[in-house]
């Protein structure tokens, strides 16, 4: 459903100063906004007020067991909320502003809706870079809960557009900064007895947080699940999706990578970082294409294609 609101032409609304004031005005109302991040479009709320998160998780029909991650001006505002270890301090020290959420012991008395953490004993934060998110925490003056703007299990936003065909109506306010420039979400690490377990591959490389740990990082092999996110189908479009493929078969879409041409590329020059930006952008396009199914080529399991190819995965389960 597309409508006018008061602010004037539409749902989607260039994030200018202006739309930027009306934007944390709407939150401290009690409203849920969509806002551009590096990594994906969010849709925010303020982790406060209990009403306004339930708006969030009736907005994309999330299950009520999946926690939130909260949006934090600065390390200030997120000491808080958690207990922070000397790792997690050195960790947000070097990677924020940025792609990285960290889960930390929930400090006690910290004013988040129980919503927020589904009950949990823990509290995943991060401080976006993205300058409209960073404005509107500043504005609003609080901190943001905010998964992906999509709905639950579908394909995460990079454009303002995939917000308003997967949540339209059910968002009061989309504020509109262009594609992401990460265009995957955060790397989610897990600080346990001063050592780095990811939870969620993301921008943030399995490489580049090994510097911090005497341990080699562990990536959750998934027997229990911490982040949902990590279901075996997640990020999945409705269509059926094939990956290591060389060329189209009959009736499907070919997303292609490097010499693999496709019917859309990720990445002519097979740039990992590109790639990675335009891979929900190239499942969005192939999901609404005339075609069946979908392939993918191959991606290189190194660097940010490990969480790429995390990525795709879940979007091959059904
Ligand atoms: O880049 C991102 O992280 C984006 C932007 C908007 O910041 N957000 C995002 O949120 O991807 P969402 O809700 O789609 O994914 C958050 C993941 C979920 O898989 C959730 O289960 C996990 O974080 N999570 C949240 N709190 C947690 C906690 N206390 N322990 C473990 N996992 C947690
Ligand atoms: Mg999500």
């Given at each position: 459903m597309l409508g006018s609101n008061t602010l004037g032409n539409g749902w989607v609304v260039p994030a200018d100063d202006a739309a930027i004031t009306a934007a944390a005005d709407l939150l401290r109302g009690g409203q849920i906004v969509a806002i551009p991040t590096e990594t994906v479009y969010g849709l925010a709320?303020?982790?406060?007020?209990a009403d306004a998160v339930a708006h969030i998780y009736a907005a994309k029909g999330r299950p009520d067991f999946n926690p939130l991650i909260v949006h934090v001006p600065d390390l200030a505002a997120a000491e808080e909320l958690a207990e922070f270890g000397p790792l997690a301090r050195q960790l947000a020290e070097a990677?924020?502003?940025?792609?990285l959420t960290l889960v930390l012991p929930l400090r006690e008395?910290?004013?988040?809706?129980?919503a927020v953490t589904a009950g949990l004993p823990t509290i995943a934060l991060r401080c976006p870079a993205h300058p409209v998110m960073q404005a509107v925490l500043a504005k609003s003056g609080l901190n943001l809960a905010a998964?992906?703007?999509?709905?639950?299990g579908g394909i995460s936003p990079t454009r303002a557009e995939h917000v308003l065909a997967s949540l339209g109506g059910a968002v009061p306010m989309i504020l509109d900064?262009?594609?992401?420039?990460?265009?995957l979400e955060s790397t989610i690490v897990a600080i346990r007895l001063e050592n780095i377990e990811i939870l969620r591959p993301g921008p943030v490389t399995t490489e580049s947080l090994?510097?911090?740990?005497?341990?080699q990082p562990s990536q959750q092999?998934?027997?229990?699940?911490?982040?949902?996110?990590?279901?075996?189908?997640?990020?999945?479009?409705t269509k059926t999706v094939r990956l290591n493929a060389q060329t189209a078969k009959d009736g499907e879409w070919l997303i292609g990578f490097g010499t693999v041409a496709?019917?859309?590329?990720?990445s002519p020059t097979a740039d990992l970082a590109q790639a990675a930006a335009h891979l929900f952008d190239a499942l969005h396009r192939a999901d609404a294409s005339p075609y069946r199914s979908i392939a993918v080529a191959d991606i290189p399991d190194k660097g940010i294609g490990v969480a790429i190819n995390d990525r795709l995965k879940r979007a091959a389960t059904r």
């Open positions: 709320a303020d982790a406060s007020n990677f924020w502003p940025g792609a008395g910290a004013k988040v809706a129980a998964p992906s703007a999509n709905k639950s900064a262009g594609p992401c420039k990460e265009g090994q510097t911090f740990s005497k341990r092999t998934g027997q229990k699940i911490e982040a949902p996110g990590q279901l075996a189908s997640h990020y999945a479009p496709g019917h859309d590329n990720l």
